[in-house]
């Protein structure tokens, strides 16, 4: 790359990471107004909620590429045309062609990371977030059963602790509806949480259990120990469950399990998935060159810049609703899933004849 290309590309880069930077952090803020309710519920340690912070943001980096580096385009560039910069270059016998290398050549970087993040990291931040959802809903440790409050566990259970410390559990109240005709109540003075890898359990000490007989009388039972299941297998329920296509690797998407009813009438979504992680790269490079291309086949001035912006963002806007109904309509109908590179298609066939167009009038003018 000569100098000009190492300043554009440059300038690319800084305004990239500024605008990537603000929507993260605007992002981070309306995740965590989100997951708040579920950490003080939870009374969670804050390294919890950055996990969870953390893997959410893969998530819509890759959809969040060819929008950044649009804007990044239309700053950089459209700042160039006031300053009269870019006049000077072509004035220097540079191009148009010259002045999108540089671009091309950011934008293909940045398609290269973003094909990291949609075909590998995504999808597992996605599987890694919903797997720490489910052990946060489902982890029943001491640290998580809250004091002073009715903890509703699951169906079937609701626990009352009055106090609870690094020595255990103290005067514990639980409701049991496993048995439906038989509800049951126990009161203990102290106990303890015991996790294993397949369950988790409370151990109760000092304490009775009291439930209605066949008679419909009271029955009180005292006990010296007690040992209560209240959550088993609760790993493998997660990784037994269905997978939506977004969590799903990209061997997973093309082996479906043929055994699985749900994975045969998901099959469309398999293929929109796989088309759709391939798409957005290409969207990058395919969005970032007709960007280019349409501010350089206009120059700015005072009197009509507003309009000028306004027809840039508009494009720019345009070409994210193409790219979200072409994967919606892709997920929904059969053998539609390569109008996923319908957008891509459309922005290098609109670049080929602003740039064509624009090289007729140079010529014309000379």
């Known amino acids: 790359m000569n100098l000009v290309d190492k300043y554009i590309f440059k300038q690319l880069l800084n305004n990239s990471l500024l605008i990537l930077i603000f929507i993260i952090s605007v992002f981070c803020l309306a995740k965590s107004v989100q997951l708040i309710e579920l950490m003080i ?22 959809v969040l590429f060819p929008v950044i580096i649009s804007l990044s385009i239309f700053f950089v560039y459209s700042r160039m045309i006031n300053d009269k910069e870019l006049i000077v270059l072509q ?6 062609i010259d002045l999108i290398k540089p671009t091309f050549f950011y934008s293909s970087l940045i398609a290269i990371i973003c094909s990291f993040f949609s075909i590998y990291q995504t999808p597992q931040s996605n599987k890694n977030f919903k797997l720490l959802l ?3 809903k489902n982890d029943y440790s001491s640290s998580l ?9 699951g ?38 949480i015991i996790n294993t890898s397949n369950a988790t359990k409370i151990f109760l000490e000092d304490g009775s259990q009291q439930f209605q007989s066949k008679e419909k009388k009271l029955s009180i039972l005292y006990f010296d120990e007690y040992l209560l299941t209240i959550n088993q297998n609760k790993t493998n329920n997660f990784f037994d469950r269905w997978k939506s296509p977004s969590e799903r690797s990209m061997f ?4 479906p399990n043929p055994d699985s009813l749900d994975d045969k009438y998901n099959l469309q979504a ?36 507003i309009s000028k912006v306004l027809k840039v963002f508009g494009l720019i806007i345009f070409l994210q609703i193409i790219s979200i109904t072409s994967s919606n309509l892709s997920i929904k109908f059969n053998g539609m899933h390569f109008i996923n590179f319908l957008p891509s298609t459309f922005c290098l066939l609109c670049s ?15």
Do not use: W
Request: with cysteine; aromatic share 12%; glycine share 2%.
């Open 41 to 62: 519920s939870r009374n969670l340690p804050f390294l919890i909620f950055i996990k969870l912070i953390m893997n959410s943001i893969p998530q819509i980096i890759p």
């Open 91 to 96: 004035s220097s016998n540079f191009s148009n």
């Open 134 to 136: 489910y052990t946060i």
């Open 145 to 153: 059963l809250q004091e002073g409050v009715f903890n509703t566990i």
């Open 155 to 192: 169906k079937d259970f609701t626990i009352f602790i009055k106090e609870s410390n690094k020595d255990g559990l103290k005067n514990i109240f639980i409701h049991d509806t496993r048995d439906t005709e038989k509800p049951s109540t126990l009161i203990a003075k102290k106990g303890k």
């Open 252 to 255: 997973e998407l093309r082996n």
């Open 270 to 305: 398999f293929k929109a998935e796989i088309t759709i992680r391939y798409a957005i790269p290409i969207n990058v490079v395919a969005f970032s060159i007709l960007v280019v291309s349409f501010l350089l086949s206009f120059k700015f001035d005072r009197v009509d810049n």
């Open 352 to 366: 080929c004849f602003i740039i064509l167009k624009s090289k007729r009038l140079v010529n014309a003018n000379k």
